[in-house]
């Protein structure tokens, strides 16, 4: 049988700029034995979405439902997918398959993903990127609001991030320590501080294989100005998007995306700070509440200046009113008055 290759995010570590490398190489990967599988569409869910956690199961991701109506819909859809990928494995019969997604770092059943994949594969390696988690948190908060998160709806962000490497854990007991194959995501620890070039080298070192340079890839995901969240999240409060019916959603996402893709081109917008934690209560809550994640990483993944600092403990926990209250104040902070008159001019014009 075949090898396997997940590349599994998580979320916001450059996964979309990964993809976008492998597809334009995806011909010479194939010359070296190691074949790209993608789909279009949504695909990034397929193989995920019937293995995800019981709380979130009955649940259509925010995402599926400019293609889906129901939960039942996007898992018949799901099954499709996951018969014509197996379909495919058996009759093309390649070397080494490479998946790409960063909801391959799910709270779920990731042992049966794993026991199914198995039937395929002989061997599986997963390559995996752990970023920050002040970094992470932040980064997830800001595309939450983008995409129509209100207050009340979204995480605390003082958690654990969602998108923390913590959920990659679960494939080492499962495949072993040998492989599971995590980076550091940061420009100082990145090779070339380029994750599309630095994952592009693991692949190579992983498979022993001659594989091509990656084309200087351009930012893939970039985020909005720090004002332009609060604004987001102001509307989202008062519209309740997420909460609306679901065939509501395709026209909401087409509006707001032309909505974010305006303000990342406007010359005024991208000089204004960007989203950063500012609170120190918040930063280090986040931190301790990430400990047992920075501790696996550190002792058994990274090395040298690869390694985490936790920076300061937190000895009061504060409530979840207080986390809210500071979560308003430190967002609020980016509405001065001459980010408002950037925002009102770019809106009204």
Not at 19 to 42: F, N, W
């Amino acid at each position: 049988m075949p090898r396997l290759i997940i590349h599994a995010g998580p979320p916001k570590s450059g996964t979309t700029a990964i993809q976008r490398g492998l597809v334009k190489k995806v011909d010479r990967l194939r010359s070296a034995g190691i074949h790209y599988y993608y789909r279009p569409g949504p695909w990034q869910w397929a193989l995920i979405l019937p293995y995800r956690s019981k709380e979130h199961s009955a649940f259509l991701p925010l995402a599926l439902r400019k293609h889906f109506t129901t939960i039942a819909q996007a898992l018949e859809w799901c099954e499709t997918e996951w018969t014509q990928f197996e379909n495919w494995v058996k009759t093309e019969i390649p070397d080494t398959v490479l998946i790409s997604s960063e909801y391959f770092a799910f709270s779920g059943d990731i042992s049966t993903l794993v026991q199914r994949l198995s039937q395929s594969f002989d061997r599986i390696d997963v390559i995996g990127y752990a970023r920050h988690p002040v970094d992470a948190a932040v980064s997830g908060f800001e595309e939450l609001i983008r995409t129509g998160w209100d207050l009340n709806g979204l995480p605390d962000i003082s958690a654990e991030p969602a998108n923390s490497a913590r959920n990659l854990r679960p494939y080492e007991s499962l495949l072993g320590h040998g492989n599971l194959h995590i980076g550091r995501f940061s420009k100082s620890t990145l090779l070339d501080g380029d994750v599309v070039a630095d994952f592009f080298n693991r692949l190579q070192i992983l498979t022993g294989e001659s594989l091509p340079s990656p084309e200087n890839p351009s930012d893939d995901n970039p985020g909005v100005c720090g004002a332009a969240v609060a604004w987001f999240l102001m509307v989202n409060q008062e519209q309740k998007i997420r909460h609306r019916p679901t065939n509501e959603f395709a026209p909401f996402f087409k509006k707001r995306k032309a909505l974010v893709d305006r303000f990342r081109a406007s010359a005024p917008m991208s000089g204004l700070p960007r989203l950063k934690m500012t609170d120190p209560v918040l930063e280090s809550l986040i931190l301790h509440r990430s400990k047992s994640t920075l501790e696996w990483l550190n002792e058994k993944h990274l090395i040298g200046d690869h390694r985490f600092e936790f920076g300061k403990t937190i000895d009061v926990i504060p409530t979840r009113a207080e986390v809210r209250s500071r979560m308003s104040t430190w967002l609020q902070g980016y509405l001065t008055p001459d980010a408002v008159g950037i925002l009102f001019r770019e809106i009204v014009q």
